[in-house]
């Protein structure tokens, strides 16, 4: 099924590519939280379902772009969690920033994460305690979190706030990298980076993946209050998340 997931993901990776590379018309409106979202965004969105209910017609799937009843969804043990193209605001950019995010939850936790950068051709994935890195299509490699004297500390590259300045001034050695979308969990899972906090809310299918990746890298994603984050719709109330922050510690 992992196989089958990744090839998913570079389908929609080279349908995101087509339109950032030509000409053709990108429409852009705004959500509700004023964060954008495309034509493209939705057509991703679509080569995505299709795929995974061809695979697994039998689980029921999330996406951002979609809207829900809550009410029937925190019935759901098994689900598909994905983002179709994380990192619009990136896309937008044109900085190469952005992601296709897909995981399966099974009982509150991230079992199979896979993300996909198209503008770097850059593929991680994982299954349970198991993450790989493919830097071109056929070249696979597993990866592990890493440990540093100085850390690599990973911030968002459109998303700040006064947490985040307040914990830097409380760090003594660091170096310091922004960057977009789920691409942070990714440094952290193949020992580039050591840890990517973050203060501000966000959406359970924006962390799913890369929690199931660096979690089997050997890291951990942890709420600020050090518990795991629960994907369990069951115990929520919503899809948002509280704060967080993924470490190779």
Same mark, same amino acid.
């Given at each position: ?43 991703? /969105?679509?080569?995505?379902? *299709?795929?995974? %209910?061809? #695979? ?7 996406? !951002?772009?979609?809207? =829900? ?74 990866? /592990?979190?890493?440990?540093? *004297?100085?850390? %690599?500390? #990973? ?7 006064? !947490?985040?300045?307040? =914990? ?82």
């Amino acid at each position: 099924m992992l196989d089958k997931i990744c090839e998913l993901a570079r389908r929609a990776g080279s349908c995101i590519m087509n339109f950032y590379n030509s000409e053709q018309f990108i429409n852009v409106s705004y959500k509700l939280d004023n964060t954008p979202i495309t034509n493209v965004d939705y057509t991703a /969105n679509n080569i995505i379902k *299709k795929g995974l %209910l061809s #695979i697994s017609p039998e689980v029921p799937i999330i996406s !951002e772009e979609e809207s =829900y009843d809550f009410k029937i969804c925190r019935h759901w043990t098994n689900y598909w969690l994905i983002d179709p193209l994380d990192g619009t605001k990136e896309f937008l950019k044109k900085n190469g920033e952005f992601t296709v995010n897909i995981s399966l939850i099974n009982n509150g936790s991230p079992v199979l994460g896979v993300i996909y950068a198209p503008f770097f051709d850059v593929l991680y994935s994982s299954f349970y305690n198991h993450a790989w890195k493919e830097k071109r299509l056929g070249l696979k490699e597993k990866i /592990n979190v890493s440990q540093s *004297k100085i850390p %690599l500390l #990973i911030a968002s590259r459109s998303h700040s706030d006064k !947490e985040l300045k307040n =914990y830097l001034t409380e760090m003594k050695n660091y170096k310091l990298k922004k960057l977009g979308s789920s691409l942070k969990f990714c440094l952290i899972a193949e020992g580039t980076a050591q840890i990517y906090p973050r203060f501000g809310n966000t959406h359970i299918w924006d962390t799913a993946a890369g929690h199931a990746i660096v979690t089997a890298a050997g890291g951990k994603v942890k709420t600020w209050t050090g518990e795991n984050i629960n994907y369990s719709l069951s115990s929520r109330c919503s899809f948002v998340n509280s704060g967080f922050y993924a470490s190779a510690l």
